[in-house]
């Protein structure tokens, strides 16, 4: 699982920021009181407060009354239906000094403002907001937390409050005029004021309605009849807002669903006089679908669904918004452990604070050892609802302060999962709703069973691809590499595709990407033969041309049809400098250190396995540190519904707002374009450059009776340049016996190459024989030779041979001490 701990742009989004998109994203009009809402509860999310009411001026114009509010039951803290303007109140200060205020518990204690004394100790926050047509207001908000509102908290109250603008008309609130689809309920004596087009949605026409509460009541199906009754019952609405959505039978028979929103305004002595609020068609909100078809379209969904996180997002989309819940998470049932397969919202800071703690990478571990309610409805199998104000551990309180349903995923006789829906705002269980919930669990049992037997086997071909893959990376001089590799999600196909990173002598890097023809077990076979291939022609030491050449022979004379693409590039990390090949494939994406990208699309060669006589030119590939190299396979850039050049451009626009400096996110953003009908291989270098450049010199050995003097004294020289004196007698000595045994026992070009770098001198001799130098296990006094490998060893911290390009190069390192320090 990816890391959502996040770095990079992704790590530097704090509340702040999401506090701001969050505002960009609301699409309700301006003014209108869905946006009001949606601002309050954002008020909640993003500063950890528990309330948030808004006032704006009213009553005449002196006082501040109630528009909205989200979160608990504001009376638990004491939050008035309005304030006098010009009384002493926090909301009344913050709206006449223009300026928030910040109010702790010891302060609010002494406040002549509050109604009454608080049950616990909570932090106020007053604000005062812009002005607009009804000459701006106050934001009220309330936090338990220790401390109160820290800084980021007052700094997101400060954002949300900026973009409070309330309704140009709230009814009742203000004045006896009603919004549309409005009423108005006398709590004394039952009159209820309407509007005709809340009449229409009863089904009663103007002159046949009577403006007693009890007609209205009475067209309500008998089932839903007692929650709507706790509605209109002010012992009940002294603690807040309700919302709730019920039936009623229309004169046609059929029923209708309708969502009610009411507040208690309350008389001039205190007590609740008038019941307000609006009514609205709900069969529109639910997209004119009832919970039989909800199930019906849960159940195609999850019949399609294949892999778990498929499942997860097929349950999400069929209950968050339907049910207008605030969050769901989804979770697998391994042992005693839960773990999270989906969150929505994903953002940690919606979630609550134990949770986080757990949080591992993409999701947490679900902390049942803190939620025993959650382990006995786990236990019992039956689904769990908690209406706001049910006891319940923190670990599931804070999950839907509102309301909170746990459903077990029953599956096979035994609970696949769990799945818990929270909402914040008081939430009203209806009886219809119980049962989607219920049909909806059974279903998301069954279908995360058949997933996670999928994903188990889909896990097994991408265990078997991976072992042809890499295991890790190497670590590299002067640049950073990540990989990534997705295989296909259609059926249990083994792919082709491939990545290898080869480290070179003399600090060459070798970066290769590949594609072989198909996906069954003869494409993943010819993939790992022709990885092994290009790495073993890469250490030989032939240029990036040749090792392409010679892999394309070997694939003609192999008995196989199929074909292979790879792009090959090798990188000098201490100049700097990169020469590239492509076979048939992609060329090579370049994010440059100013953030402008760049497609090197140059002329390549065919793929692999179908010219035996086939040119490869190589193309330079220019390098700068903070450079990002990225080679991917087709299916990152390529579907049926993409073209190759737009899925190319895609990648690029993607690299182009990417932060280099964290390639593991860089690579996890560019999968999410993966077209998963196809194998995704992805492979990313950033080239920082070598802290310390090496210093190299060359002598090319002639084969004349002076040679090794002439190499010693060459070798001399280049030392009193680099500096190195203390151990030149040793220096000297191994490169004699280097040198000496090049000129004795092979025939052809002989070649002296001086290395230095952090204090490690690197000497190599390289020849046209590909016959390794053989240390003797013992030697005679009257042995002739063998001596000098012997000597090397000895005098050298290590030493070997790699091939070069048809030849061999024998190399030993020394340590040098009190080098002088580079300039």
């Known amino acids: 699982m990816a890391d959502v701990a996040s770095e990079g742009a992704a790590g530097r989004r704090t509340r702040t920021l999401r506090a701001e998109l969050a505002l960009k994203m609301l699409h309700a009009d301006l003014g209108s009181p869905e946006r009001l809402r949606s601002v309050l509860e954002q008020a909640l999310v993003f500063s950890g407060a528990t309330v948030a009411a808004g006032y704006a001026p009213g009553g005449g114009g002196d006082q501040l009354c109630l528009i909205e509010s989200a979160g608990v039951p504001r009376t638990l803290y004491g939050l008035r239906d309005s304030y006098p303007l010009g009384g002493g109140s926090p909301a009344a200060d913050a709206y006449r000094l223009g300026q928030p205020l910040w109010l702790s518990p010891e302060e609010l204690a002494v406040d002549p403002g509050a109604r009454r004394p608080p049950a616990g100790e909570f932090w106020l926050a007053a604000l005062p907001l812009p002005p607009d047509p009804r000459g701006g207001g106050c934001l009220l908000a309330v936090s338990e937390s220790p401390g109160g509102f820290d ?138 679908v009832n919970e039989v078809a909800r199930v019906q379209r849960l159940a195609a969904a999850l019949a399609t669904a294949g892999t778990v996180h498929d499942v997860s997002q097929a349950v999400v989309a069929a209950l968050r918004r339907p049910l207008m819940a605030d969050r769901i998470a989804l979770a697998e049932l391994e042992g005693d452990r839960l773990v999270v397969t989906v969150l929505d919202p994903p953002e940690p800071e919606a979630w609550p604070e134990v949770w986080r703690t757990e949080w591992r990478s993409e999701w947490p571990d679900a902390p049942v050892r803190t939620m025993p309610t959650l382990q006995a409805a786990l236990r019992e199998g039956r689904a769990g609802i908690w209406p706001a104000g049910s006891p319940l551990e923190p670990a599931l309180a804070e999950v839907g302060p509102g309301g909170l349903a746990v459903l077990p995923l029953p599956a096979a006789g035994r609970m696949a999962g769990a ?39 889909h896990e097994l071909v991408g265990m078997l691809q991976r072992t042809l893959l890499p295991r890790r ?8 590499a990540v990989a990534r590799y997705l295989p296909t999600t259609a059926g249990l196909e083994v792919g082709g ?72 590039v090798d990188v000098d990390m201490a100049e700097g400098t990169a020469w590239f090949v492509r076979a ?31 040119d490869f030119p ?42 280099p400096a964290h390639l593991g996110l860089v690579a ?105 130098p053989i240390k003797p296990t013992s030697i005679g006094w009257e042995a002739t030779g063998g001596r000098g490998i012997l000597l090397v060893e000895a005098l050298s911290a290590a030493w070997g041979t790699v091939p070069v390009s048809g030849g061999k190069q024998v190399w ?12």
């Open 151 to 288: 800084t980021e908290d007052r700094t997101c109250l400060e954002l949300l409050a900026a973009a409070v603008a309330f309704p140009t008309s709230t009814g009742a609130v203000e004045s006896d005029e009603l919004p549309s689809s409005s009423f108005s309920l006398a709590m004394d004596s039952g009159h209820v004021e309407v509007d005709d087009e809340m009449l229409e949605l009863f089904g009663i026409g103007p002159d046949e309605f009577d403006d007693k509460v009890e007609t209205l009541l009475g067209m309500t199906v008998p089932e839903d009849l007692p929650s709507l009754m706790s509605v209109v019952e002010s012992d009940h609405m002294s603690l807040g807002d309700r919302e709730l959505e019920f039936r009623i039978l229309q004169p046609s028979g059929e029923q209708k669903w309708l969502r009610l929103r009411a507040r208690l305004l309350p008389a001039a002595d205190g007590r609740p006089s008038r019941l307000v609020g609006t009514v609205a068609d709900a069969s529109k909100l639910r997209s004119g």
């Open 419 to 457: 799945c818990l829906i929270g909402w914040d705002a008081p939430h009203h269980f209806g009886p219809d709703e119980r049962a989607l919930l219920t049909a909806s669990a059974g279903l998301a049992g069954q279908a995360l069973m058949r997933a996670h037997a999928f994903d188990a086997e």
């Open 473 to 480: 990376l190497p670590t590299l001089p002067g640049a950073v």
């Open 497 to 568: 595709d491939w990545y290898d990173v080869i480290p070179l002598p003399d600090n060459h890097v070798a970066l290769v990407i590949g594609d072989v023809q198909g996906h069954n077990a003869q494409a993943a076979t010819l993939m790992g033969q022709m990885r092994t291939a290009l790495r073993a022609y890469a250490v030989e030491g032939h240029p990036p041309d040749v090792v392409v050449s010679h892999a394309n022979r070997l694939l003609m004379d192999m008995e196989t049809d199929l074909f292979a693409t790879c792009c090959y």
């Open 584 to 614: 048939g494939h992609l060329p090579p994406l370049l994010r440059h250190p100013d953030g402008t990208t760049e497609i090197v699309n140059t002329v390549g060669g065919p793929p692999l396995g179908v010219i035996t006589q086939a």
């Open 618 to 659: 190589m193309s330079p590939l220019p390098l700068r540190p903070g450079t990002v190299v990225a080679l991917t396979t087709d299916g990152l850039v390529e579907s049926a519904e993409l073209d190759l050049e737009d899925g190319l451009n895609r990648v690029a626009d993607e690299l182009s707002v990417s932060d």
């Open 668 to 772: 996890d953003a560019l999968l999410t374009f993966a077209n998963r009908s196809d194998d995704v291989a992805l492979l990313l270098m950033r080239y920082d450059g070598m802290d310390l450049r090496p210093l190299r010199e060359s002598w090319t050995v002639w084969r004349v009776p002076e040679a090794v003097r002439h190499a010693r004294r060459f070798t001399r020289r280049t030392l009193r340049v680099w500096g190195v004196a203390e151990e030149s007698d040793a220096i000297l000595l191994v490169v004699s016996e280097l040198v000496t045994n090049a000129l004795v026992h092979t025939e052809g070009q002989v070649r002296l190459d001086l290395t230095l770098i952090n204090n490690r001198l690197r000497l190599a001799v390289a020849d046209a024989s590909p016959r390794t």
């Open 812 to 823: 030993a390192e020394l340590v040098l001490t009190d080098l002088p320090t580079p300039e």
